[in-house]
């Protein structure tokens, strides 16, 4: 198969003491889809088909000793002799074999598209290198709002696709989120070696989950190898965008570092600013009045110290819980006022480092990393997906909606169970009410462990106010406190924030979207604003598990399509149908009821006061990824 990478060109690798500590140390699947990868020895497929299972499997992956023995002995082989080598790369059938097999259950041949172009099995394409496409005009500018994951992105796919662009950063530095947050234990739910982009899979996490600074330093060392900065313009905020009919082109009004405003004229903006930019205080009475600091998680204070002093956190979700389970140890007390309880999972490797074997296969075994990037992503998105759709003929419980959902459950409820055996009060606070999965799920790293500890209490009877020295609750009791900590998230559902963005007409979109009914085609594009591109917009978020990295990827993609429409027509412009805009929401709200998310018992930042789901796709990554390969004819109008 020509489109899929051979890895057999770096072959043969030298003997070392390194390698024989890779192939001792490294996922045992991945080798096994190396190796079947290089040699096409299918029967090494079926010797290993009825020992691994999926995920969460009730009964875990067990591979005899003897079995991985011969598998290392096999690879080891190929790798530093090259004898066994297969000519060519595998065939679809195979390929999809593989996959299946290494992961524990049928992987459809629907994914292996995808998992060429996002596990990096095919080689890397230029845009402007190919056949046939004409150069880009040399008077047709884009700009980028944002220097996160997906601003990041587009950046990069402009450059490549020969666009002139510039991206304006409110920040002094890449990173976006991971710039931003900060605070004592904070990292990343999703999986290392898939939240990462495609085209540059990183083997150098130091853990399985990245930690906030390992995160960081991917996204600077990914600007570093780009020279992203030469086209960003720091310290910057945009405010307003207005677009011209008549010319085609957006006037956007950016503030300098010295407050100084200043316009600039462009024919395309892609937003990518993102939906967790933005932290939400809470609304509590009193919170301005306290005497000592209070703090948000997502804007932590560089010489904040915490040691010896009585803290209280308020909330649970997963910066809270990230947060409790550092700060613990070095505070005099801590008290975490619960709203309500989250779903936790226990994830053994949540915490793990990458083992020095490990990060050796991933550098230097030819195919590894690719295959296991899509491992990772099997096991924490769309293998997943079930999770989330409700089953019309479950009758189990109204906690559940399904079999699988009920069987997750019972794993998490089990988890809960096991670590709080001697403490019965923290279980009763601790245990959800609602189907897990239907909002967001918290992973353990130290959180269970945390409320453990004498020095810390999970306080649910609700604050009632901000005292100038504590926090009453709503019975009166009063917890003094010399430092608040508000865990209390972002304001997700005003998509646009303090940003103006009017189009034709002078229509305005934050009067359109309102302060939470957020709404467009793909979660990019609404009628009425040609050339404007909201990446990560309503309905796109993959919130069945991880994957954001690869929605804000396939959005560019489509996006550079869109503008490549544009430029070959010579046309001013791309305008989203009012047709597959309405036809489009319409799908995406038929499709909700099915979704574990609407289910009586959810509530969730994935709904609005009115229980509109606006955040989720509702459909798997592949999907998604299926339709945002380019723009569908009669979608869309160009203006010339």
Known sequence: MSQVLNPAASLPLADSPELQQAL?????????????????????????????????APVPTSITDDLAADLRGKLHHLLVTGEGLATGAPDDALFQRIMSVMVGEPVEQEFIELAFDQCGFRPWIDRSALPGRASRPANFKVLVIGAGMTGMAAAIKLEEAGYDYVVIEKNAEVGGTWYENRYPGVGVDTPSHFYSFSWEIWPDWHHYHPQGADMQRYMVEVADKYGLRRNVQFNTRVETLVYDEASGMWTVT??????????????????????????????????????????????????????????????????AAQLVGAIAPEVASLTVYQRTPHWVIHNPEIADEVSAGMQWALRNIPGFKEWFRFKVYWAAADGLFANVLQDPAWVGNDLAVSELNEMTRQYALSYLHQKFADRPDLIEKLTPDFPIFSKRIVLDN?????????????????????????????????????VIVCATGFNVAKMLGNLTVKGIGGRDLGAEWGEEDARSYMGMCVPGYPNYFHTVGPNS????????????????????????????????????????????????????????????????????????????????????????????????????
Request: aromatic content about 10%; proline content about 6%; overall charge negative.
């Open 24 to 56: 001792a140390e490294a996922n045992l699947p991945t080798l096994l889809a190396v190796y079947v990868h290089l040699s096409h020895d299918a029967a090494m497929l079926d010797r290993f088909a009825d020992c691994i299972r999926p995920a969460f």
């Open 254 to 319: 950016v503030r300098r570092p010295d407050g100084r405003t200043e316009d600039l004229v462009v024919n395309a903006v892609i937003n990518g600013h993102g939906p967790v930019n933005r932290f939400k205080w809470p609304d509590i009475p009193g919170l301005a009045d306290f005497n000592g600091p209070v703090v948000h998680t997502a804007d932590w204070p560089a010489d904040l110290d915490l040691k010896g002093k009585r803290v209280a956190v308020i909330g649970t979700a997963a910066s």
């Open 446 to 482: 130290g959180w269970f462990d945390a409320l453990l500890r004498p020095n810390v209490t999970l306080e649910n009877k609700g604050i009632a106010r901000i005292l100038p020295n504590g926090i009453e609750a709503k019975d009166g009791s009063v917890f003094e406190c010399d």
């Open 541 to 640: 978020a993959p919130n069945h598990a991880a994957g954001q990295n690869l929605i804000s990827e396939c959005q560019i993609n489509w996006i550079i399509e869109a503008l490549d429409r544009v430029t070959e027509a010579g046309a001013k412009s791309f305008e989203v149908t009012e047709q597959a805009y309405d036809d489009w929401n319409r799908k995406v709200e038929a499709r909700m009821p099915q979704m574990i998310w609407s289910h009586p018992r959810a509530s969730s930042y994935y709904m609005n006061s009115k229980r509109r789901i606006f955040l989720s796709w509702p459909w798997r990554l592949v999907d998604f990824f299926n339709e945002t390969r380019a723009p569908a004819e009669g979608s869309y109008v160009l203006h010339r």
